[in-house]
């Protein structure tokens, strides 16, 4: 079994698999290259050949023990009909979904359609990997958790404290729960739809997680991760579920309770403290600072190597705790590798 999928399994392998998020992206020149080829990032996320070109890219330089497909959490609310434009330098922007309408405009109907694009680019990657030789190396698909996709629907974008959303819940608990359904349906059928596209592991990126009161972390993040583990355990009982509640890690404990088989650390957790509040069974991932990727060095080596020894005999997978940025230079990355893989 691929050393990720045994990971996921509970079992302690060491040294531990590798990947990092965004590990596709701007920091690489053959990245930026297909970049600037396509007329905008959606174009980019919904043409299958250069979709898996970008995914097999870090691959072919540094070997990790897992893709992530080549797309967005904010291709879904695209698929259902919302609107999503990438502005340079700027980030997503979005519609601002505030009331009974917006929810109701959102379809349901037409995600299988407009993802079609997405599920080819699996395809063509599980099929890379085999012909160019990565056969341990693990296939990741994923989705924006209910909540984060939410955040940006509802603020139209990134925000500084995601107060819209946040006060929608308050004060309009059930339009909210209604966009909260929608989301965690269409996230159940997206994610399956990656699977059976050959995705062999899944992960739910929820990047704003932390900025819930706990009463509304167990309401719009436990119950929903909940309800999408269940579903997806029926469909595909193999497939090992990554849960990442960013920010959040003081409540690991109610979130192990999902059912996913991987936790998700950021970076201003203590990897330790968060790995003591989960089962041993239950693998977790993380942390690194991706700043001290981009120093390298003895500030990369002094960061990484607590990590590793907080980490060694319970199942592990290194990453960072949050995405890599574009001024990393590719040859740190190099480096990181060659320190975990020195366990
Ligand atoms: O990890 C990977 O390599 C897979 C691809 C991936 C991207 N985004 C590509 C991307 C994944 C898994 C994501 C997840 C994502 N997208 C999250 C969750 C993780 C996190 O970062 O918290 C969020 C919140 C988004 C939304 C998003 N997408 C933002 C806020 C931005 C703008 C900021 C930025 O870095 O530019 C994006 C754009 C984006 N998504 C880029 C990439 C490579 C950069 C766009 C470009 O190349 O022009």
New binding site residues.
Partial sequence: MKRLLRTLNGEAVWPPPVWL??????YLPEYRAV?AGVKD?VALCTTPELAAEVTLQPIRRYGFDAA???????ILPWALGHGLE?KEGE??VLPRLRDEAGVAALDPARVAERVAPVMETVRLVRAGLLSEGFADTALIG?A?APF?VACYMVEGG?SKDFAAVRGMAYAQPALFQRLMDVLTEATIEYLSAQVAAGAEVLML?D?WAGVLSPSLFRTHCVAPATRIVAALRQRHPGVPIIGFP?LAGMMAREYATTGVNGIGVDTGSDIASVAALVPPHIAVQGNLDPLALVAGGAAMANETRPILDAMRGRPFIFNLG??IVPQTPPDHVAALLELVRAG
Avoid: E, V
């Fill in positions: 998020m965004r590990q596709a992206g701007r970049r990032f992530i497909l080549f797309s967005d959490i904010l990438f980030g997503p994923f924006g984060t990134g990126f990047s960013r949050h995405g």
